[in-house]
């Protein structure tokens, strides 16, 4: 099995039939997600990236489910919880490394911190840094295929 191909271990796969089973899901991953982490989401629009970090970030007490929303035009949405800081980051009006470059991602990253970022795949840098990547891809009706891996 050659490098990337390990590297796509796919640790966790799910079809979740409706919103709240995806925010259910997203509750289950905090163990595998504990800090620091770098995880990148990925999905066409609309195919349930928000609605996942709804679970994750109430797994981490970091948010309440219904105080998590998509953090397409702000960029980052900051969750701090009692022992966890989660930071929702969506790239996809980002296109250049300079835009990037402004929104200091760096400096996001601590011991603590779980970078959950939207779009990402688009800057080589952070498919390669990345901790875990999952990946959500749309079926039928409100079903939702989910991929977690390495």
Same mark, same amino acid.
């Given at each position: 099995?050659?490098?990337?191909?390990?590297?796509?271990?796919?640790?966790?796969?799910?079809?979740?039939?409706?919103?709240?089973?995806?925010?259910?899901?997203?509750?289950?991953?905090?163990?595998?997600?504990? *800090?620091?982490?770098? =995880?990148?989401?990925?999905?066409? $629009?609309?195919?349930?990236?928000?609605?996942?970090?709804?679970?994750?970030?109430?797994? #981490?007490?970091?948010?309440?489910?219904?105080?998590?929303?998509? *953090?397409? #035009?702000? /960029? =980052?949405?900051?969750?701090?919880? *009692?022992? =966890?800081?989660?930071?929702?980051?969506? /790239?996809?009006?980002?296109?250049?490394?300079?835009? $990037?470059?402004?929104?200091?991602?760096?400096? $996001?990253?601590?011991?603590?911190?779980? /970078? $959950?970022?939207?779009?990402?795949?688009? #800057? *080589?840098?952070?498919?390669?840094?990345?901790?875990?990547?999952?990946?959500?891809?749309?079926?039928?009706?409100?079903?939702?295929?989910?991929?977690?891996?390495?």
């Amino acid at each position: 099995m050659d490098a990337q191909a390990k590297a796509r271990d796919i640790l966790r796969e799910i079809t979740t039939h409706s919103a709240e089973e995806t925010i259910a899901f997203g509750r289950t991953l905090a163990n595998l997600l504990a *800090p620091p982490k770098l =995880v990148l989401l990925r999905g066409d $629009l609309g195919a349930g990236k928000t609605t996942l970090v709804k679970g994750i970030a109430a797994a #981490f007490d970091a948010a309440a489910e219904e105080d998590v929303t998509s *953090p397409t #035009f702000t /960029l =980052v949405h900051e969750y701090h919880g *009692p022992k =966890v800081k989660v930071y929702h980051i969506d /790239l996809y009006r980002i296109d250049t490394q300079r835009e $990037l470059d402004t929104l200091a991602l760096d400096d $996001l990253r601590s011991e603590n911190s779980v /970078l $959950l970022i939207e779009w990402g795949e688009k #800057f *080589p840098r952070f498919l390669r840094e990345r901790d875990v990547e999952i990946v959500l891809e749309r079926a039928e009706n409100e079903d939702r295929l989910i991929k977690v891996s390495r």
